[in-house]
Nanobody, 120 residues
Framework: QVQLVESGGGLVQAGGSLRLACAAS????????MGWYRQPPGKQRELVAA???????NYADSVRGRFTISRDNAKNAVYLRMNSLKPEDTAVYYC??????????????WGQGTLVTVSS
């Protein structure tokens, strides 16, 4: 069983910062891409940022320059540092990972979600 457990959400004022963390646990031998998605109230889930196993990153235009994604392969963890937060960043944030397991198909794993609320 593979689990992604997120932490770090909460309420913050506009202009503030938050750091999200996500760690994978269970039985697997490697993780390829990891990323963060978000789902604002009443809207569809969207990609926020992604990072490959080699450290290459990709960001949504709306967060580029404000958010930073990073990962620690030794800890099977991915992080999202969010600066200069805006009310429109309010959403449930989900961690995602491409998990590789022995003798099984790749697993597109998701965390349970963590709520980020930015007040104006």
């Amino acid at each position: 069983q593979v689990q992604l457990v997120e932490s770090g959400g909460g309420l913050v004022q506009a202009g503030g910062s938050l750091r999200l963390a996500c760690a994978a646990s269970g039985s697997f031998f490697m993780i390829n891409d990891m990323g963060w998605y978000r789902q604002p109230p009443g809207k569809q889930r969207e990609l926020v940022a992604a990072v490959t196993s080699g450290g290459s990153t990709n960001y949504a235009d709306s967060v580029r320059g404000r958010f930073t994604i990073s990962r620690d392969n030794a800890k099977n963890a991915v992080y999202l540092r969010m600066n200069s937060l805006k009310p429109e960043d309010t959403a449930v944030y989900y961690c995602n990972a491409d998990i590789r397991r022995l003798l099984e198909r790749p697993l597109d794993a998701w965390g349970q979600g963590t709520l980020v609320t930015v007040s104006s």
